[in-house]
Structures are given as structure tokens and as C-alpha cells.
């Protein structure tokens, strides 16, 4: 295999990988969050415990680590590369910081408090309505940088 077809495989896998994760974070964005917003904060906070501990799972993990492994490896391929591209280098950026960084220091920490509370308690249910908006509100920013990200990535590689 070529440099250039090498380049198109790592690349292409970037943009599928950052593209499937950015659309399961839409989903939540727009249609879970807010659908858990609705329920009492006890049924809200149980089933999002639920779904953070079903969510971690083989197909996710390829999903979620793969996208932040494809975009660096791209990033750090276009910049080394003769077929430098600063579109591929821009995407790779943001969807690794946008989305990897951002979920890893913010989104799993409140996963893991939440994790923590007991949803009958008052506490648990006054902590649910402060997750559910700073959760929400990274997760806006981890399907901003998605979209951007990926659309850089895309015109990166239909640029070559």
C-alpha cells in the first residue's frame, strides 16, 4: 500500500469513527438528555446510571477510543507527511480535544459522581438536576467539535 492510499485508509477511518460517535452524542443531546429531563429526577438519574454502565462496552469503547486513536494518528501523519494537510491536522484537533478530552475530563467524572448518589435520596435528586444540565452542556460541545471536526476531516481528505 501507497503513502497516499495509507493516508486515505487512517484518514477515512477518522472521519467514519468521529462521525458515528458524534451522531450518538447528537442523540443524546438531542432526544435523551432532555427526554431524562422530563422524568421525575429519581426515574431521570436511575436510568442514566443504567445507560453509563451499559454504555461501556466493546462496540462503544472500538467507537469511542478508535475515533480519538484515527484522528491523532491523521493529525499526526498530515503534519509529517508530504500530503500535509492543515484541514486534516484542524479536524483531527478538534475532534480528539472536542470530544476524547472534553468527555474524559468532564462528562466521565460526572458520570462516576453520579454513579456515586443515591437517587432517593435529596441530595442525590438535587445533584441530579446540577448533572443534568453541566452533562448536557459539555455533551452541546462534544457535538459542536464532532460536527466541526468531522466536516474539517472530510475536506481534507476530498482536498488532496
Known amino acids: 500500500m501507497n503513502t497516499k492510499a495509507s493516508f486515505d485508509v487512517i484518514d477515512g477511518a477518522a472521519v467514519l469513527l468521529n462521525g458515528t460517535l458524534t451522531g450518538l452524542l447528537f442523540a443524546f443531546s438531542a432526544a435523551v438528555m432532555p427526554a431524562l429531563g422530563q422524568q421525575t429526577a429519581v426515574a431521570g438519574a436511575a436510568t442514566m446510571q ?27 501523519l498530515a503534519m509529517a507527511g508530504s500530503h500535509r494537510s492543515w484541514w486534516i491536522v484542524a479536524g483531527a484537533t478538534i475532534c480528539f480535544v472536542g470530544t476524547f478530552v472534553v468527555t474524559v475530563v468532564f462528562n466521565i467524572p460526572l458520570n462516576g459522581r453520579l454513579d456515586m448518589v443515591d437517587v432517593n435520596s435529596v441530595d442525590g435528586q438535587q445533584f441530579w438536576r446540577q448533572y443534568l444540565s453541566q452533562w448536557t452542556a459539555w455533551n452541546h460541545l462534544r457535538v459542536a467539535s464532532g460536527i466541526v471536526g468531522t466536516a474539517l476531516l472530510v475536506t481534507g481528505l476530498v482536498r488532496r
Do not use: T
Open 50 to 76: 443504567s445507560i453509563n454502565r451499559m454504555i461501556v462496552n466493546p462496540v462503544f469503547l472500538v467507537v469511542f477510543l478508535g475515533s480519538a486513536l484515527c484522528a491523532v494518528a491523521a493529525g499526526v
